[in-house]
């Protein structure tokens, strides 16, 4: 693509795409900056999340739409990306569609999740299909890729409307952090983690918590995550069982680090849209268990690093667990898978990955064509 300005459209500061974005700008000799229209809630303050190095303009004082005037006057020929449909960010998609082509605006989008107590289940499972067949509706020609962050989602925007030819997989990708190779060649104590938010209907970690009350065997387990609805509950728990650390919050910068210090990752989440907890994994050289309901899930069947249970019970997460404390030699089967898989979930290459996106928009290709890297390759069609 030739060299041009990419404005990120996000309702705050970003962190999870970070790694992502610094590779296209690597790769294309493009101009990224970030179009900001919120804040950052507290607790990703106190996470680091927002320190980038890349150019802000945020939103101050000024209406959404004044504000995304402003941004277009500014940069009259740039490409935009958006953060999801709804919200501050879908205002702003809105107002610049009306005089941006197609061809110049892309959408990424988390799967929509039904989670939380059981009415505002009930609810958004009712009114969330209406809802994004609305927007498939009103965006399927003003925009011109929608990026659906993992397979499942790509399949979920499918069946509300959006054209296959038009949708290509997407990822969050976190920057690699600078860690060492940790991994021990003795696995006497399985040693697992959970990094994340202590949270019952999202993140599963009342799941984990009963899975690791039937373990039996040589194993501990760190929990990293200081707010969600069951902190005090982590809390209180983890001071009864000598098995169990509880570490609290941490810095992001800090999370890669202490992934290499253990063997295996948990991710019990009810439900996700794109879990990067898995992708740090992968770049420490660690092996995961996850729901299949996390997104990033996909990545571990990819790599062959790891365990996808196919639902969310703690008895089907404690017995991936106990295979591990069992077989401990797959600690290290599965930190060799990670690290030759670990190039495909890159910066680099979900850069270039990218820039080829943006190329086949500009140029009027089939964007569902182009090899995802982090992907198997799908056979030929002779």
């Known amino acids: 693509m030739n060299k041009t300005t990419i404005v990120i459209w996000v309702n705050s500061p970003p962190q999870v795409e970070l790694g992502a974005f610094e590779g296209l700008q690597s790769s294309s000799g493009g101009s990224v900056i970030f179009a900001v229209l919120g804040k950052l809630r507290a607790e990703r303050v106190n996470a680091g999340w927002s320190q980038h190095s890349f150019p802000e303009h945020v939103r101050n004082g000024l209406s959404v739409d ?20 709804t919200g501050r960010v879908g205002r702003a998609l809105t107002v610049l569609t009306r005089s941006v082509p197609p061809k110049r605006i892309l959408v990424y989008s988390e799967r929509p999740g039904v989670y939380g107590p059981c009415l505002k289940r009930i609810s958004r499972a009712l009114l969330q299909p209406i809802r994004y067949r609305y927007l498939a509706r009103k965006y399927r020609r003003r925009v011109g890729i929608l990026l659906p962050l993992g397979s499942a989602a790509l399949r979920r925007f499918d069946r509300y409307g959006w054209p296959a030819e038009n949708m290509a997989p ?47 065997g040589e194993w501990t387990l760190t929990i990293v ?94 017995k991936a667990m106990q295979k591990v404390v069992n077989c401990p030699n797959l600690v290290e089967e599965w930190s060799r898978n990670a690290k030759n898989y670990s190039h495909s979930i890159s910066p680099e290459s979900v850069g270039v990955y990218i820039s080829q996106l943006l190329d086949a928009l500009e140029f009027g290709r089939v964007p569902a064509e182009i090899s995802v890297p982090w992907l198997p390759k799908k056979p030929r069609e002779d």
């Not at 005037?69 to 958006?82: E, G, V």
């Not at 169990?244 to 810095?251: K, N, V």
């Open 66 to 85: 004044d504000f995304t005037l402003l941004m277009n006057s500014k940069f009259p020929d740039a490409i935009h990306m958006f953060a999801g449909m």
């Open 225 to 318: 995550g200081g707010h969600g609805d069951m902190c005090h509950e982590v809390e209180r728990w983890s001071a009864t069982r000598e098995r169990i650390s509880y570490l609290g919050a941490l810095p992001s910068s800090q999370v890669g680090e202490v992934i290499a210090e253990h063997d295996v990752c948990i991710v019990p989440s009810r439900v996700d849209g794109w879990n990067v907890v898995i992708n740090e994994a992968i770049y420490a050289g660690r092996g995961v268990i996850t729901t299949q309901n996390v997104g990033s899930d996909e990545l571990v069947a990819a790599a062959r690093a790891g365990i996808v249970i196919d639902d969310h019970s703690h008895s089907s997460l404690a």
């Open 170 to 216: 997407f990822m969050y990708c976190p920057p690699v952090p600078e860690i060492g190779d940790k991994l021990r060649q003795s696995h006497e104590v399985v040693r697992f983690l959970y990094v994340g938010r202590l949270s019952r209907f999202a993140k599963g970690t009342d799941i984990l918590m009963k899975a690791c009350d039937s373990l039996s």
